[in-house]
């Protein structure tokens, strides 16, 4: 019943831009942290970024900080990562994940209870 949802992955050359979706159905997402993940081929899942419920506190892996944005709308019961800046290396399976803590880990992802199916993202020219 509880249960996330990515959209807006696709094809996009390096430089250009994606914006991703985290929309959750069955519960709110107000009470929980949430964080983007992405597994590659060949590579171990990394977290990308993730935020706080009250959306007050942020992180990002040094990958992609300064390129990528963590953003949340409760009143939709959306994440969203802004992507620009693509590059090649952005090429994997993104996840979402709902933790129900405050802040939010990108190093732990089993404190994350709830997982997206994920959208694939592939920057290829």
């Known amino acids: 019943q509880l249960q996330l949802v990515e959209s807006g992955g696709g094809l996009v050359q390096p430089g250009g831009s994606l914006r991703l979706s985290c929309a959750a159905s069955?519960?709110?997402?107000?009470?929980?942290?949430i964080g983007w993940f992405r597994q590659a081929p060949g590579k171990e899942r990394e977290g990308v970024s993730c935020?706080?419920?009250?959306?007050?506190?942020?992180k990002y892996a040094d990958s992609v900080k300064g390129r990528f944005t963590i953003s949340r709308d409760n009143a939709k019961n959306t994440v969203y990562l802004q992507m620009n800046s693509l590059k090649p290396e952005d090429t994997a399976i993104y996840y979402c994940?709902?933790?129900?803590?405050?802040?939010?880990?990108?190093?732990?992802?089993?404190?994350?209870?709830?997982w997206g199916q994920g959208t694939q993202v592939t920057v290829s020219s």
């Open positions: 935020i706080s419920s009250s959306g007050g506190s942020t």
């Open positions: 994940a709902a933790g129900s803590i405050r802040l939010c880990v990108l190093s732990r992802s089993y404190e994350y209870d709830y």
């Open positions: 069955g519960f709110t997402l107000d009470y929980y942290a």
